[in-house]
């Protein structure tokens, strides 16, 4: 059984690899790493289908290492240690580079197992992440590691890669198979920046392409392969803005049937973050202290949904959507914080009051001796009349509670706790 085009035609030279000259052109960091065979520890932070796992192939080939992988939201410690048993053997001897896919998901002790073998050296660390790893990787890994940032590809990075996959099919097949240069773009523009989804697209052309006579892709059975993703839509365009807002609107409406309609669009056309971040936005933002418990929900069928990918990704994110469009409403956390970002930001902010300080030395000259803060749980109910605000503002209102059960609760409570 062959295997999938993406991996037939994986680049075995630098040049060869889509884009990145920032990082692999003449003379750049990453390209000298390469060639010199001495890897470090490194982390690789970007979207999918940019070369991430291509580059670290050609670390371990260069380098002589036996090249051992894990893919994070799967692997187990079990896993780790299997590996690491590896240390020493002769399939091993000069050494294991382990490529770790989608790292951010290793929790801190499965990321400490591995922290001793990349201190001495017996396992060289590459591994890759779609999110920021300087919020998602153990600091002790990241201070040993050298980041790399793979940047999104664009349609005239994909392009040759159509090209020279055409040809070596064309090589595999013993056919005049072809691709021309407008059907390549077409390809490379509905792939959105990955190339493994350019080439699975390529793939299924010329699946087709064999059920005819015809040996060149047509605007026809592209047309076909496309008609499952027929949703036009462009990132940087006025209709991306379109669609995320009539999405977050729609839950902050509490349409939930319009709002998995939008999301449903943001799905087809494979935009996963924008769907993922305007719902957990419009978790805090519209729902907010009216349910509070909806924050961490969101949070985790996201974290699902990133987990999983496409196509199952739709399942938690539309029980989230449901959810954050059918609860109660509330934006008093967000009216709050901006009031009291715009006394910051206009520079209407005083002193902080002597008693909310931080223990300073009291100088002989001081009108005012010690700290005399209060200690909240040390009285009734565990609170104290005290003032917290500085001199200036000491009067000032920023929160007002909502209009529904959480809020109306929490006023009530305080209320009473405060007239005792």
Request: glycine share 6%.
């Amino acid at each position: 059984m062959k295997k999938p085009l993406a991996d037939r035609v994986r680049p075995t030279d630098i040049d060869e690899i889509a884009g990145q000259k920032d990082l692999l052109g003449e003379g750049k960091v990453l390209r000298l790493i390469i060639e010199s065979g001495q890897t470090p520890n490194l982390i690789f932070y970007g979207p999918s289908g940019v070369g991430k796992t291509t580059v670290a192939r050609l670390i371990a080939n260069k380098a002589g290492k036996k090249l051992c992988y894990l893919n994070a939201t799967t692997a187990s410690t079990s896993d780790i240690k299997e590996i690491i048993s590896e240390i020493g053997t002769i399939d091993a001897q000069n050494g294991i580079l382990l490529y770790l896919d989608e790292i951010q998901y290793f929790n801190k002790k499965q990321q400490q197992i591995l922290l001793s073998f990349i201190e001495n050296g017996d396992i060289t660390l590459v591994a890759s992440t779609t999110e920021n790893p300087f919020f998602y990787v153990y600091n002790a890994i990241l201070s040993r590691s050298t980041v790399f940032e793979f940047k999104p590809l664009t349609p005239q990075d994909i392009v040759p890669v159509i090209k020279r996959a055409s040809k070596i099919v064309s090589e595999e097949e013993n056919t005049d198979f072809s691709v021309d240069d407008e059907i390549a773009l077409k390809i490379a523009r509905a792939s959105s920046g990955d190339v493994r989804k350019a080439l699975n697209i390529l793939e299924l052309g010329i699946m087709l392409l064999k059920s005819t006579k015809e040996t060149k892709l047509s605007d026809e059975i592209l047309e076909q392969i496309l008609a499952g993703n027929s949703v036009r839509y462009d990132r940087e365009g006025d209709e991306h803005y379109d669609i995320v807002s009539a999405y977050q609107k729609s839950m902050r409406g509490s349409d939930p049937d319009a709002a998995l309609h939008y999301l449903a669009r943001l799905l087809a056309a494979g935009d996963l973050p924008s769907a993922c971040r305007r719902l957990m936005v419009c978790a805090c933002e519209d729902v907010g202290l009216a349910y509070p418990q909806i924050i961490p929900i969101v949070k985790s069928a996201v974290d699902i949904a990133n987990a999983v990918g496409l196509p199952e990704a739709r399942i938690p994110l539309a029980d989230a959507v449901i959810l954050v469009a059918t609860a109660p409403k509330s934006n008093s956390g967000e009216s709050a914080i901006d009031k009291a970002l715009a006394d910051v930001e206009s520079g209407n902010f005083g002193s902080i009051p002597r008693q909310l300080q931080n223990k300073h030395f009291d100088g002989e000259e001081s009108s005012v001796r010690g700290q005399n803060y209060l200690y909240p749980h040390d009285f009734k109910n565990h609170y104290v009349k005290q003032q917290y605000l500085p001199d200036i503002l000491k009067n000032k209102t920023y929160y007002k509670y909502g209009d529904n059960k959480t809020e109306r609760a929490f006023k009530e409570y305080w209320e009473k706790i405060k007239k005792e």
